[in-house]
């Protein structure tokens, strides 16, 4: 087998966003705004009881349509509502919040517990390798979506017990997702909110916006708009190139080029791919307005015939 290297080139992508924090640190307002940021068609997926309804009404917020999620959270449900707003036409999907498939009613945790009992006589070794997989799906689904994709979880605080000259003390370790470990490798941006003040903290920024940040961060939507300027600026790859190149040259009607021209604005393509497919767009309108030309004259002239 030939392996082959090519160059490194950031391509254009769907945002994969999370939000962590805990009750009350505005989880659900800073989601919404980031989305309104953003801009689209959003939907909300609302395990929270309703709780993203509470901010429908209120002044700089986004419209947003809501599905209200009640348990069982099992990850086969969350992957159905995922579909569900693709197939809608939705361009920003909220999920509010993740925390439930792992530990609501319904949830992983439960489930290990359900089918360990079960099926395996209380052995959850056994029952996770019937779960991960179950798991893995709902994460492939968020991750492999066409849609922008904002997550919210639950954190608390983290606490040891630890050995201090005989004693022993409790200490405060941090703030830990209520979720599996390791999901904060699947997003590009992960925010922790901090109660007091709403200001968000980037603990993972693979975009270079915000890691570098010293002043505290409050989500707005120019925080989106922001976050939407890095996602427009990506590259396209060479296949992409390539079917926007033979769309372009194949269009049949100038309203079709047209579109074809917006979509093609809407992409970060590089100096030397913009000169090559404006060049192309330019051949192809005059060959369109060519046609056009020599058939009204045809027209023309088969109407003198006729007459």
Known sequence: MTFTFKKAVRSASKLRLALSGTSGSGKTYGALLLAKGIGGKIAVIDTERGSASLYAD??????????????????????????????????????????????????????????????????????????????????????TSKLHIIATMR??????????????????????????????????????????????????????????????????????????????SAGVTPDEFADLMSRTISAETPDELMAMGKEIASKGLCYEDREKIAQAFRARRHELEQAMTEQATQEEANNGISE
């Open 58 to 143: 209120m002044s700089g917020m986004p419209e947003f349509d809501v599905l209200d999620l009640d348990a069982p959270f099992t990850p086969e449900r969350y992957t159905e509502a995922i579909k569900a707003a693709e197939d809608a036409g939705y361009d920003i999907l909220i999920i509010d919040s993740m925390t439930h498939e792992w530990n609501g009613k319904g949830g992983c945790l439960e489930e290990v517990e359900r089918i360990a009992k079960a099926r395996y006589r209380g052995n959850s070794w056994s029952a996770w390798n019937e779960m991960t997989p179950r798991h893995r799906q709902f994460v492939d689904a968020m991750l």
């Open 155 to 232: 954190s608390k605080t983290e606490m040891a017990q630890e050995d201090v000259n005989g004693k022993k003390v409790i200490k405060k370790l941090g703030m830990k997702v209520e979720q599996r470990d390791g999901v904060d490798y699947e997003f590009t941006i992960m925010f922790d909110l901090v109660h007091d003040g709403h200001f968000a903290n980037a603990s993972k920024d693979r975009t270079g916006l915000f890691s570098s940040r010293t002043d505290p961060l409050i989500l707005t939507p120019e925080v989106g708009a922001e976050i939407k300027k890095w996602l427009d």
